[in-house]
């Protein structure tokens, strides 16, 4: 048999045994998609994780974390190798088109980011818990025989000569669900991360999903954990979740984003490009003033008056500050009939889209700054009309704490917390905030269940979110992100993924007896 027809029927065989094992639509509900997954033996260059890959890849997550954390405690791996072969795992398996599986891409570096500010005995629990999620879903969709990201065996020399923008062709390419033509365009940009990162810009910021923005973000991360030699295939897999999104809306016979019109129409109106970014700080009112108009929208206003500031020279920091800020309304204003603030909730997605957007922002040529701030706040009210109910905590909230002191509003902040009593939560802490207590120990307590819930896949992201916006937002406004963590905490303990309540998250109690430590 030859080598292609060998490929071609190891994959048809692979695609067989899923539809078999799951269902189509089991299969589809899981978010595997047949038509981005061509299942064979020749994954990408795994290199030096190669072993560790394909451990993670064959085995099932209860017998992978007790071989995973004997290797730690023997020393026989560090947790960054841990994370750098899971997120070679997950590529490998998913390439970006699975929900669970691009879920948990999202929150690798952050679980890395929360191991360092844990204990020593405590730091693997973060990483355990993301790659025992990891593995549930590797084997849910076939395990090891699933392999979705191939090795790319070379440039197609006729693309790699073409004229014109290429970060335009490859988004172009993702309208068109021509996977292999946007592959191989990103592989024209050489071996240079920034700009592969740079030409998937235009493609990040053509429809408006929080996950493509937040996977984009991430994945440039993992690059960095991973090294420059696994930047093509690492960032790929934005190529595949662009088409896949763009196949999902086609098949849905859904019209296209308006953003598609509006951000080049905003771009012609304010003059903005090759506009020179400003450096203008107009001040914590007028900073507090826009965040409101982007949040009461409705979203072509925002996205019209973000374009505007960026006219007037304000610093691009500054108004990603703004939208930040009116991602964050929603956390705490969302009203009690809608309990639920943790996971896909309107202030847990509208927060991590623009977080990533402004770390984007930072990064990335000029161009795709500006329009990615106009996207970013378009996207801000994207999940909802916007909550006209008080933020929180309220003055009935403030009436149910009655202490003071550090010690006792944090006590009462952690009995909330077990109580998923939101408004106590928030009040406890704001009151905290107000007399000036430090902020380590609030960060300390919610890391704890950051780490002990399953957060509806959210957990890991949000908590980073919150830590870096906590540290670029002007102090007048910052302490608003510790009071909408602290709801959104609350709202996540012992909830598992189906709103179900008395759960941990999966494999957490066994990872502490594991590492021997109390749960």
């Known amino acids: 048999m030859s080598h292609s027809h060998r490929r071609e029927f190891i994959s048809d065989v692979g695609r067989g045994m899923l539809a078999a094992g799951l269902g189509t639509t089991l299969a589809s509900d899981l978010g595997f998609s047949t038509a981005f997954a061509k299942e064979g033996a020749e994954s990408i260059p795994l290199g030096d994780y190669e072993a560790l890959v394909e451990l993670m890849r064959n085995t099932p997550p209860e017998k992978l974390q007790p071989l995973l954390a004997s290797m730690i405690l023997k020393g026989e791996t560090n947790l960054k190798q841990l994370v750098a072969a899971g997120a ?43 790659l025992y999620r990891n593995s549930q879903q590797i084997q849910n969709v076939g395990g090891g025989s699933t ?71 991430r994945t ?63 001040g914590d009112d007028a900073v507090d003033k826009l965040s409101q108009t982007i949040y009461q929208g409705p979203r072509a206003v925002a996205a019209e008056a973000v374009a505007a500031a960026l006219a007037e020279g304000i610093d ?42 402004r770390n984007m922002a930072r990064i990335s040529e000029p161009r795709h700054a500006i329009s990615g701030l106009i996207v970013a706040a378009y996207h801000a009210g994207i999940q909802s009309a916007p909550f006209q109910t008080p933020p929180y905590p309220t003055d009935e909230h403030r009436g149910l704490v009655k ?37 380590k120990p609030v960060f300390n307590l919610m890391l704890k269940y950051a780490v002990s819930e399953d957060g509806r896949l959210h957990g890991e992201k949000y908590f980073q979110t919150v830590s870096d916006e906590y540290r670029r937002i002007r102090p007048t406004f910052r302490w608003r992100q510790i009071v909408g963590l602290a709801r959104v905490t609350t709202s996540a303990y012992g909830y598992n993924r189906e709103d179900e309540n008395g759960f941990r998250a999966d494999g957490y109690e066994d990872a502490c007896k594991l590492l021997g430590v109390k749960s």
């Open 220 to 282: 440039y991360g993992l690059v960095g954990l991973l090294g420059k030699e696994y930047s093509y295939s690492i960032l790929r897999q934005c190529v595949r979740f662009c088409a896949n999104h763009e196949q999902n809306r086609i098949k849905g016979n859904r019209p296209e984003s308006p953003i598609r019109a509006l951000v080049p129409k905003l771009l012609d109106q304010y003059k903005l490009a090759g506009k020179k970014l400003g450096n203008r700080d107009p």
């Open 403 to 439: 202490v003071s002191d550090a010690a006792g509003l944090l006590a009462v902040t952690e009995d909330a917390i077990r109580h998923n009593d939101q408004g106590r939560a928030t009040a406890a802490i704001q009151i905290y905030g107000e007399r000036g207590y430090p902020v």
């Open 147 to 217: 392999t979705t990201l191939h090795a790319f065996d070379a440039i197609d020399t006729a693309v790699s000569a073409k004229k014109g923008d290429l970060g335009e062709q490859i988004r172009d390419a993702c309208r068109n669900v021509n996977v292999d033509l946007g592959e191989t365009l990103l592989a024209t940009v050489g071996d240079s991360p920034l700009k592969a990162f740079n030409a998937l810009q235009l493609a990040m910021q053509d429809d408006l999903n929080v996950h493509r923005f937040v996977f984009a973000y």
């Open 88 to 130: 070679l795992a997950n590529a490998v398996t998913f390439g970006g088109c699975d929900y669970v599986g691009f879920h948990t891409a999202m929150a690798m570096l952050p679980s890395l980011e929360m191991s360092g500010q844990l204990p020593s005995a405590r730091k693997p629990l973060p990483v355990l818990k993301v």
């Open 316 to 357: 691009p920091e500054v108004v990603g500050e703004a939208i930040a800020l009116a991602s964050n309304l929603y956390v705490l204003r969302q009203g009690a009939d809608k309990w639920r603030t943790h996971g896909d909730s309107a202030g847990v997605h509208s927060s991590d889209a623009t977080n990533a957007w």
